[in-house]
C-alpha cells in the first residue's frame, strides 16, 4: 500500500523524522526503514497483516497517481485481475521491488494500461 502524507507548511525532511520516530515507538511493525533517496520513503510492514506500505511526504505526483489509477480501472475493466495476476507472479519471484531490480506497483499499472488501450485501440477486446 502506498500513502501520501500531506503538510505543506512542514519541510519534508523534518515530517519524514517524526513520522518515522512516532512509527517506531508503536512497536507494532515488522521493520520501519528509512529510504534516503530522491523522494524521501517510510517502507513499513505490519506485525499482525504482513500489509507493506511505503509512505511518502508532501508528493502531490502521488495523488495525480492515485487518481490515474482510479480512472484506468474504471476505463479497463481487466486491469484489476491482470494486475493482482502479474503482481502475485512478480512477488514469487521477488520482483516486485525496484530496489532489488523489479518493478514498482505504479510502473506495473502502468505497463498493463498501455497494453489494454493497444489491444482496445486493434479491436482485440
Known amino acids: ?66 487518481l490515474f489509477s482510479s480512472l484506468s480501472i474504471q476505463l479497463f475493466p481487466e486491469l484489476r485481475p491482470l494486475y493482482c495476476v502479474l503482481k502475485a507472479f512478480l512477488r514469487e519471484r521477488k520482483l516486485d521491488s525496484t530496489r532489488d531490480g523489479g518493478i514498482c506497483s505504479f510502473m506495473l499499472l502502468n505497463m498493463i494500461t498501455f497494453f489494454l488501450q493497444y489491444q482496445y485501440k486493434l479491436g482485440r477486446t
Request: aromatic share 8%; hydrophobic share 50%.
Open 1 to 66: 500500500m502506498d500513502i501520501v502524507i500531506m503538510e505543506p507548511s512542514m519541510r519534508v525532511n523534518k515530517l519524514f523524522e517524526i513520522v518515522q520516530i512516532r512509527l517506531l515507538k508503536v512497536k507494532a511493525f515488522e521493520y520501519v526503514e528509512a529510504i534516503y533517496a530522491k523522494v524521501p520513503i517510510l517502507k513499513l510492514k505490519d506485525n499482525k497483516t504482513g500489509l507493506a506500505v511505503d509512505i511518502a511526504f508532501n508528493r502531490d505526483d502521488g495523488i495525480r497517481g492515485c
